[in-house]
């Protein structure tokens, strides 16, 4: 399985030692990957030295995509906001079986639907499925 995080995955992974999300990393068979875009934003949002310090670690066992992915008709995702198409083009453009995100407000209307092959799930029910 390849596993894309978004940004708030990434940042809620990083900003709590402590945090469920960092169970993904311990997941046999799965390979986490994101993109730059979603780094940086995740990043530009934690406040402590530390909490970046771990995102760092964390990024060391994810393959981050660096090219941004071609801009493209999506036919269930139209009204995504434009923060928020480049991180569904990128987990397409990886190959990523599945995005996952804790950002109802704008991904919460295609929960559990399949995107160019990318099931875009919440967190919590990536693990109820898979661990």
């Known amino acids: 399985m390849r596993v894309f995080l ?3 995955v990434l940042f809620s992974a990083a900003y709590r030692r402590d945090a469920e999300l960092r169970k993904l990393w311990k997941l046999p068979n799965v390979n986490l990957v994101t993109s ?7 990043r530009r ?10 995102l760092e670690v964390l990024l060391q066992d994810i393959e981050v995509t ?3 992915p071609e801009d493209r008709p999506l036919a269930l995702a139209q009204k995504l906001s434009d923060k928020d198409r480049p991180i569904l083009l990128a987990a397409i453009a990886a190959r990523a079986t599945h995005l996952l995100t804790g950002d109802t407000k704008d991904f919460g209307s295609l929960y559990r639907k ?3 092959d990318v099931l875009i799930l919440p ?4 693990f109820s499925l898979f661990s």
Do not use: S
């Open 45 to 54: 949002n934690l406040d402590a030295q530390e909490q970046i310090k771990d």
């Open 6 to 8: 978004d940004a708030n």
């Open 36 to 42: 730059l875009y979603a780094v940086e934003e995740a």
């Open 66 to 68: 660096v090219a941004a």
């Open 114 to 116: 399949t995107v160019e």
């Open 123 to 126: 967190p919590a029910e990536f």
